[in-house]
């Protein structure tokens, strides 16, 4: 059977079917009739389109795409070829269904029904946010080689330095204390940035078991209101029916405060400044564990949102490597290191910017029962 062959099957299993058959698929799938109008869709392609199958057959592909959009070409070349058409990296996001949404494009034809296309979506942003967060664990690494050298070469010096300002503030006149105070104070924050580097050297294997994720929420939003943010308006959007999270508690509370912290500095003192967490089930995210044929879901979503400024866009794609900030006295490490504790946990985290909000969205396994490999696929939620 021919490659042709095969898409029109598979096509014509769509029209004939509907969405029963391939709503086991994780990409958006969609049948779009002779006369442009949706006429089926999988549940992937109405969690995509942000409706549902029987809104999406009510109105015509470009109600939900932008104007001129190269999917309409891409939609007519397939018509009038009669073969399948493939398209890379095609931004096809609208108010409607969201922006930016960068897709990969397969359109084929249905042999049975001359007119009709089958369209499946393949989203490259996820993809992509991967390999930036695996080049980011490089730098990480970087850091750590560096963190070792830093430790036996610098801190062991600066403890003499230390030392010797120490001694010399008993014997110097009252106007020369303040710069030996100057000296001890910037010794001890060297000290404490080479403590922080250190962190990422650390190998060993993570202590892990079932999390209730709200109860380590609900601890971090009680610190921050009686601490950095007392003043600024903390809320929260929770999905109660979460499978607990596999990972370490005392880990997730550093991620959490962390990017909570890094929310608060960014809104200010803006009267109108808020911060919202947010949880929720996301099916259809689905990872290969490197050297086997399994993928495992990342179900567990969590959210940090604030109205800050945000983040520039030329920093975004960089915003998880080591020593990248955009704080002026910051060290650019929190984020490297929130990036680092959820890849070890398996996870990966994002940030992008919706309505006017900056968003980073951490992605997790769930916990699948005694004795869970972090590595296995989990099971299923049922509701």
Do not use: W
Not at 1 to 6: D, G, I, K, T
Not at 258 to 285: C, M, Q, W, Y
Not at 316 to 345: Q, Y
């Amino acid at each position: 059977m021919s490659v042709s062959e095969l898409e029109s099957g598979r096509a014509a299993a769509l029209a004939n079917d509907g969405p029963t058959i391939l709503d086991t698929l994780p990409h958006p799938v969609l049948l779009v009739a002779p006369d442009g109008v949706i006429e089926s869709a999988n549940m992937a392609a109405e969690f995509f389109m942000r409706s549902s199958v029987s809104v999406l057959r009510r109105h015509p592909i470009s109600d939900f795409i932008p104007f001129g959009s190269p999917l309409l070409t891409l939609i007519e070349q397939v018509r009038e070829r009669g073969a399948p058409v493939n398209e890379y990296k095609v931004d096809i996001g609208s108010p409607r269904i969201g922006a930016p949404k960068i897709v990969d494009i397969n359109a084929a034809p249905v042999a049975e029904r001359p007119g009709a296309v089958v369209l499946m979506f393949q989203e490259r942003t996820m993809a992509e946010k991967i390999d930036r967060q695996l080049t980011s664990r490089g730098a990480a690494r970087t850091v750590t080689g560096l963190a070792a050298m830093l430790a036996h070469e610098i801190k062991n010096p600066l403890s003499g330095i230390r030392g010797a300002a120490q001694l010399l503030e008993q014997s110097v006149a009252d106007e020369d204390r303040a710069l030996t105070r100057l000296i001890t104070d910037e010794t001890d924050r060297i000290v404490k940035l080479v403590d922080r580097m250190e962190v990422f050297s650390d190998e060993r294997p993570i202590e892990r078991e079932p999390v209730n994720i709200h109860v380590v929420l609900d601890h971090v939003k009680r610190l921050a209101e009686s601490g950095f943010a007392r003043h600024q308006r903390l809320s929260e959007d929770y999905d109660p029916s979460l499978p607990p999270v596999y990972a370490n508690k005392d880990q997730l509370i550093q991620v959490f405060l962390n990017l909570i912290k890094n929310a608060s500095e960014a809104i200010g003192r803006d009267p109108d400044g808020d911060i919202r967490i947010t949880t929720a089930f996301r099916p259809g995210v689905r990872l290969s564990v490197p050297g086997t044929g399994e993928r495992v879901s990342l179900p567990l979503e969590f959210c940090v949102e604030d109205n800050g400024p945000g983040v520039p866009d030329d920093l975004v794609p960089h915003l998880f490597e080591p020593f990248i900030t955009t704080k002026t006295n910051g060290s650019g490490l929190g984020l490297a290191l929130v990036a680092k504790l959820i890849g070890d946990h398996g996870g990966v985290i994002e940030c992008d910017r919706q309505n006017s909000r900056t968003r980073f969205r951490i992605l997790m396994p769930a916990y699948s029962g005694a004795g869970a490999d972090p590595g296995q696929p989990d099971t299923d939620r049922t509701d």
